[in-house]
């Protein structure tokens, strides 16, 4: 099986068949880790919050899919869309079908990034949901990535200049690679950050137009607006978004 080229260079050593398992996790919709156990309040960053302090392990519960256990410290996967054991094979399966990885952004993944949408008809803020085209993003950074660099979401791809796409591929990388560090996804931009922000609209503190229907656009003050594309809630500033 062809490995796709510029795909996890550091872990190919280590996928061949007597290398070690691998574990698959796609956490989609419904997906989440929790922790327990005296250490798990230790457990923070990377996407991953800390939970309860219980002063034991205690049994998982009924809806628990997977628990990964050391000392003290116990991690449960609940409700996710993928877990699986994968061999070196598998591995190489799946990164095939993933596009560049924004938060990886190794070199390359940028122009690969920028070439595939272009060549697409489609609405921009479709193809950056597709997973082969982008593997992360998902509906917050699809909403707010494109309005931190003032896209609108349904130019079809071809139509969106490859200096405005590779501006959306490192505000992507940026912005994801910093909620990972904090564990917290906050993708409105620090200079638009409403201080206060408004009783009513709280999400204004966080998001920039991503659940914000109906609020005035933080950046113009024109009503964010939303529709439906492809099964997803699309949200944007028809106003400063071109
Ligand atoms: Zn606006």
Redesign the pocket.
């Known amino acids: 099986m062809p490995f796709a080229e510029s795909r996890t260079p550091t872990a190919e050593p280590l996928l061949g068949d007597d290398g070690p398992a691998w574990l698959h996790v796609h956490l989609g919709l419904y997906g989440r880790w929790s922790f327990s156990g005296p250490r798990a309040t230790d457990v923070a960053g990377a996407g991953l919050r800390g939970g309860g302090n219980a002063a034991a392990v205690p049994e998982p519960g009924a809806t628990v899919r997977l628990r990964l256990e050391a000392e003290d410290l116990a991690a449960d996967l609940t409700g996710p869309a993928r877990c699986e054991a994968l061999d070196g094979q598998g591995v190489r399966a799946v990164l095939a079908r993933l596009g560049p990885d924004p938060v990886r952004n190794e070199p390359g993944d940028r122009e690969r990034f920028v070439t595939t949408i272009r060549s697409r008809r489609a609405a921009v803020g479709q193809l950056i949901l597709d997973q082969s085209i982008a593997a992360g993003p998902g509906n917050i950074y699809r909403a707010d990535c494109l309005f931190r660099t003032g896209i609108s979401p349904l130019t079809p791809g071809s139509e969106v200049s490859p200096e405005r796409l590779g501006a959306l591929w490192d505000d992507l990388a940026a912005t994801m690679a910093d909620d990972v560090d904090s564990g917290v996804i906050r993708t409105v931009p620090p200079d638009l950050r409403p201080e206060p922000v408004p009783e009513g609209d709280e999400e204004a503190g966080r998001f920039a137009v991503y659940h914000r229907t109906g609020r005035p656009?933080l950046?113009?003050?024109?009503t964010i607006v939303e529709k439906d594309l492809v099964g997803r809630r699309l949200f944007w500033?028809p106003?400063?978004?071109r």
């Open positions: 656009c950046r113009c003050g024109t500033c106003g400063c978004q």
